[in-house]
């Protein structure tokens, strides 16, 4: 059974950073894209960032870019995004998604919630 | 940057069909894909490549993609399929992945 799971969300102070992880399962992990995708209180869903199967390639929505980075480590099966210069409008459930073909994110994780207030 | 719209609501009786539009320039050209989400639960994909349905998901979701307007259709609607809907593209022109706005279905 294919699982993903979230960590590492949390109340942050504007400004400051955070480290989110994805743990994934039931798949060869090295085989497929990943992303995170963000969805702020009562919004809807933004893509954040992109990352190819090994790595090499890594894309960002224009709304983090230079800010968040996105890295994974194939041998223990991990995603990250690394946020920093945290800001209040960064506020929201922080989901990482498997990608297929043409970006059809087939499986989610349940979500981390990342809070940015002082 | 590439734009999706769709409509912020759609109602529709039971054991009707409801039909959610995901307008955005020459979308036919591109590969659709449309996610179900439930309060407080994390996003489902329905729909991909336009119509492919995922194991698991009824035959009653369908899709179509031409011009500049891509459409879930849900036929015989449920109560239990109401949800937030999204479109979803690839913009190749910025290697970005798109989401629509999300249109609430009601069954009424």
């Known amino acids: 059974e294919v699982q993903l799971v979230e960590s590492g969300g949390g109340l942050v102070q504007p400004g400051g950073s955070l480290r989110l992880s994805c743990t994934a399962s039931?798949?060869?992990?090295?085989?497929?894209?990943m992303n995170w995708v963000r969805q702020a209180p009562g919004k809807g869903l933004e893509w954040v960032s992109y990352i190819s199967a090994p790595g090499t390639a890594v894309f960002y929505a224009d709304s983090v870019k230079g800010r968040f980075t996105i890295s994974r480590d194939n041998a223990n099966n991990s995603l990250y995004l690394q946020m920093n210069s945290l800001r209040a409008e960064d506020t929201a459930v922080y989901y990482c998604?498997?990608?297929?073909?043409?970006?059809?994110?087939?499986?989610w994780g349940q979500g981390t919630l990342v809070t940015v207030s002082s | 940057s590439y734009v999706l719209t769709q409509p912020p609501s759609v109602s529709e009786a039971p054991g009707k069909t409801a039909r959610i539009t995901c307008g955005g320039n020459d979308i036919g050209s591109k590969s659709v894909q449309w996610y179900q989400q439930k309060p407080g639960q994390a996003p489902v994909l329905v729909i991909y490549?336009?119509?492919d349905r995922p194991s698991g998901i009824p035959e009653r979701f369908s899709g179509s993609n031409s011009g500049n307007t891509a459409t879930l259709t849900i036929s015989r609607v449920e109560a239990g399929d109401e949800a937030d809907y999204y479109c979803q593209v690839w913009d190749s022109s910025s290697d970005h992945r798109v989401f629509g706005g999300g249109t609430k279905l009601t069954v009424l």
């Open positions: 998604a498997r990608e297929l073909d043409l970006s059809a994110f087939d499986y």
């Open positions: 490549y336009d119509t």
């Open positions: 039931g798949f060869t992990f090295s085989s497929y894209e």
